[in-house]
């Protein structure tokens, strides 16, 4: 109704209101496409049960490493499960019940491993090719998705560094109360 209402108030005829709408039907296509596709992955993974022991594998690695390593490892596991599991959420839910566990054993701190969770999930959003609202943001915007990662990735491997830097800060400093 919004559409029709804009077209009569934009001055535009019945013919020219339908060509514009699939003008812009069309930019919206293979955004949809690839918000399929990145669904279709995640619904695959949980289908098959990989998830967890995706999930539990990585984590695996970790037991038995420095506190610092630890955290460092828990932050990068955090930003390649995005890849995997692309909904906050869905990720918040799969990964800490692991990774509250481990951080509890290794001396590190609930609000540091919620940090980590927010890291890895925040900085790996803005390149995840799983990521239906990025693809899909692309696709509106007519910008390839490689395009968008030789220019976002050198910004990406700054902040990766610097989060493992407050990481490490955090860590030190025993961020949290417990």
């Not at 539990?56 to 490892?73: H, Q």
């Not at 481990?102 to 927010?118: E, F, K, M, N, S």
């Not at 090719?129 to 990406?156: D, H, R």
């Amino acid at each position: 109704m919004l559409g029709i209402a804009s077209a009569i108030i934009g001055g535009l005829g019945v013919d020219r209101s339908i060509k514009e709408f699939f003008d812009g039907a069309k930019g919206m296509v293979s955004g949809a496409i690839m918000v399929g596709i990145a669904r279709a992955i995640l619904v695959v993974m949980q289908d098959g049960q990989i998830i967890d022991t995706i999930i539990y594998n990585f984590a695996s690695v970790l037991v038995g490493l420095p506190k610092a390593v630890t955290a460092l490892g828990m932050f990068l596991i955090e930003a390649v499960l995005d890849f995997i599991i692309p909904s906050a959420t869905g990720k918040a839910a799969a990964t800490m019940p692991i990774m509250i566990p481990l951080a509890d054993v290794v001396g590190i701190t609930r609000q540091l491993t919620v940090l980590i969770y927010q890291f890895g999930d925040g900085f790996a959003s803005y390149i995840e090719p799983t990521s239906g609202t990025l693809i899909a943001t692309l696709a509106v915007a007519k910008i390839s998705y490689e395009k968008w990662v030789k220019f976002m990735f050198p910004i990406w491997v700054i902040w990766m560094i610097m989060g493992g830097g407050f990481v490490l800060i955090a860590d030190l400093i025993n961020y949290g109360p417990f």
